[in-house]
């Protein structure tokens, strides 16, 4: 008789990083791979779904205009048990750390339904940052039964949680398979194309909406960009704006009528790859695009205060810059005038995020936990 998997997705990220999973786990015929959307997001889920031609099985429709974390949260535990109860899976896999993540373990738990968490093991170490999702990944690695940490630096955190060696597998993490498969199979179009930016001009790519950057830290970011519109005076900003409106009010209202700012609605991934690797360099606060930095060797400032990626900026791409405006400043405007510190730091050698393997670790490491169900 057949497996089922439930593979449950919430959210933009949580999309791209299942992708490949679930593409590699509908090629085994000994599993039911069924995919759960709770709809915390709409148009992005969609987005991203849709380029690699993912349907959800069920989507619980969830989202609300400027929700709370109590309306997801309630929302998704409640919907996915109803799911996990009609569907009677063997197994739930979720990803991350959203709030999806959270209550989709939860009502998996709440039945006894074995976890699966893929990307486990993050940790900032503060619950504060980044807010709620420190939280979310403790509390579901708590729930889980096996582990799919994306680098040793993961399963260190883990095993410091007194997580059993046997319940931790680490494969890379799943995003660089979506990546490197976009990449080569030449997907996406150029910005220039589309954006009708001249070939010559340089490009910073910039994304931002964690919670924990709502109000001063976010004004911080975009009076940062300001002044580096004023002190480089070639260089295009492209800023790709995240469905939140309380995020891209602020942006809105800070750039709106800046030159050389190109505000787009949420890029499809192929486009967005194509963005990252014409940038000179990217700001961020995304966990995603820091993984896929290191990959493409583009430097990314990282504006947040602390991270649960230390590997990025091991790796050197990453560059912890938090939401200070004069440190954006100084550390953008270092990178465009030390050409040889630029020069060494997309040099770097390859990602320590993964060969773009991870999904078909994760199906084997499946597939093994059913012939040995008794070992874990
Ligand atoms: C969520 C995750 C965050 C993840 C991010 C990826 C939580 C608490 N947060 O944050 O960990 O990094 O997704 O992008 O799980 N909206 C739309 N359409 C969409 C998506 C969002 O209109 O397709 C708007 C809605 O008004 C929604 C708001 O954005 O209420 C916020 O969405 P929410 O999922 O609560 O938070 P994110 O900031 O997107
Ligand atoms: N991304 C995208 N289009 C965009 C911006 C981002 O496809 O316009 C992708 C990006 O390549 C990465 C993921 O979305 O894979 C990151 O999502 P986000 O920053 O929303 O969430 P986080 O990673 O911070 O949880």
Redesign the pocket.
């Given at each position: 008789m057949k497996r089922t998997i439930i593979c449950v997705i919430?959210?933009?990220?949580e999309a791209i990083k299942m992708a490949p999973v679930i593409l590699a786990l509908k090629e085994n015929p000994a599993f039911r791979t069924f995919v759960l959307a709770t709809g915390?997001?709409?148009?992005?889920?969609d987005q991203a779904l849709s380029f690699f031609d993912i349907k959800a099985d069920v989507n619980l429709h969830i989202?609300?205009?400027?929700?709370t974390?109590d309306h997801?949260t309630s929302r998704v535990l409640v919907g996915t048990g109803e799911i996990y109860d009609k569907e009677k899976p063997d197994l739930v896999l979720v990803h991350?750390?959203?709030?999806?993540?959270l209550g989709a373990s939860m009502s998996a738990f709440y039945r006894k339904i074995p976890v699966g968490h893929v990307e486990a093991g993050l940790r900032s170490g503060n619950l504060d940052q980044?807010f709620?999702?420190e939280a979310?990944r403790i509390l579901t690695d708590r729930l889980t039964t096996l582990f799919f940490a994306p680098t040793n630096n993961a399963k260190d955190n883990l095993l410091s949680e007194k997580v059993a060696e046997t319940q931790i597998f680490v494969t890379g993490n799943t995003v660089i398979d979506a990546l490197a498969w976009t990449v080569n199979e030449k997907r996406g179009n150029s910005p220039e194309r589309m954006y009708s930016i001249p070939s010559q001009a340089p490009l910073i790519l910039m994304t931002a909406?964690?919670?924990e950057s709502w109000g001063k830290p976010l004004e911080n970011i975009c009076e940062a960009v300001q002044v580096l519109l004023e002190k480089l005076p070639d260089v295009y900003f492209l800023i790709p704006l995240?469905?939140?409106?309380?995020?891209r009010e602020v942006i809105k209202k800070f750039l709106g009528n800046m030159d050389r700012v190109i505000f787009t609605e949420?890029l499809d991934y192929p486009d967005f790859v194509q963005a990252m690797k014409r940038s000179y360099l990217i700001l961020s606060d995304?966990?995603g695009v820091q993984e896929e930095a290191s990959y493409l060797k583009k430097p990314v400032l990282i504006m947040r205060n602390i991270s649960e990626r230390p590997e990025a900026i091991d790796h050197g791409t990453g560059i912890l810059v938090g939401t200070d405006k004069e440190r954006i400043v100084k550390e953008t405007l270092r990178l465009f005038s030390n050409g040889t510190e630029y020069d060494n730091l997309i040099k770097r050698s390859e990602s320590p995020f993964g060969d773009g393997t991870a999904a078909k670790k994760i199906e084997c490491y499946v597939s093994n936990f059913f012939n040995q169900t008794s070992a874990f």
């Open positions: 919430g959210t933009r990220p915390q997001h709409t148009d992005m889920l989202m609300k205009d400027r929700q974390l997801i991350g750390d959203t709030t999806t993540t980044p709620p999702e979310n909406h964690r919670r995240h469905k939140n409106p309380t995020v949420p995304s966990g």
